[in-house]
C-alpha cells in the first residue's frame, strides 16, 4: 500500500505546472586531448592535437525553498515537520482539486497523519493562519520554479508518515 501512495503522489505532482520539464543530460567528464601522429610527418612539423571538444556544462545545483527564519521562528521546532508536511499535502490536495481529480484513500490518510500532528487551532498555542499560509506559498513557489526540489520534500513527507503507520489499517 505504501508503494501505491508513493506512486500516486509522485503521479499527481510529478508535473505540478502542467509545463514540460526538461532534463539535463548527465555531466560526462571531458577525456584528455588525444594527439595524432602522422607517419610521414615532415621535418619541423610536430604533433597537432585532436581537436577538443566543448567543455562540459556546469551541474545544475537545486536549492531548496527558503522558509524564511521569521516564520519558521513563530512554530515550536517540534512541530515544524508536522506543519511543512500539512501544508505540503494541503497543497497536494488543492493541486488535485483544481485538475478535476479525487485524491484516493493513501493520500487523504497521509494528509489525515499529518493534520492530527498539529496543534488545536482553538488551543493554547495554535499555529497561526498567517504561518501557514506563508509556508505553503513559499512551497507552491517551489512547485513552478524547482518541482524536482518540491517532489523530493512531498516524497520526504509521504515516506516518514508511512514510517510511523499512516497507512496501516
Known amino acids: 500500500m505504501m508503494i501505491a501512495a508513493l506512486t500516486l503522489l509522485l503521479l499527481a505532482g510529478l508535473n505540478p505546472t502542467a509545463q514540460t520539464v526538461v532534463r539535463t543530460p548527465p555531466v560526462v567528464r571531458a577525456k584528455p586531448p588525444v594527439t595524432h601522429r602522422v607517419p610521414s610527418t615532415p621535418p619541423g612539423i610536430s604533433e597537432r592535437p585532436a581537436p ?3 567543455p562540459p556544462a556546469p551541474p545544475v545545483r537545486v536549492r531548496p525553498p527558503v522558509i524564511a527564519a521569521a516564520v519558521l521562528d513563530t512554530i515550536t521546532p517540534s512541530l515544524r515537520e508536522a506543519v511543512v ?34 496543534p488545536d487551532p482553538d488551543g493554547p498555542d495554535p499555529v497561526p493562519v498567517e504561518t501557514f499560509v506563508a509556508i505553503k506559498d513559499t512551497l507552491d513557489a517551489s512547485a513552478n520554479e524547482m518541482p524536482s526540489h518540491y517532489l523530493r520534500g512531498l516524497q520526504d ?3 516518514s508518515a508511512a514510517r510511523d503507520g499512516a497507512l496501516s489499517d
Open 157 to 159: 513527507c509521504v515516506i
Open 85 to 118: 508536511c500539512a501544508a505540503h499535502m494541503e497543497l497536494l490536495m488543492e493541486r488535485l482539486s483544481a485538475r478535476g481529480q479525487d485524491a484516493e484513500a493513501p493520500v487523504i490518510l497521509i494528509e489525515e497523519y499529518w493534520q492530527t500532528r498539529l
Open 52 to 54: 577538443q571538444p566543448a
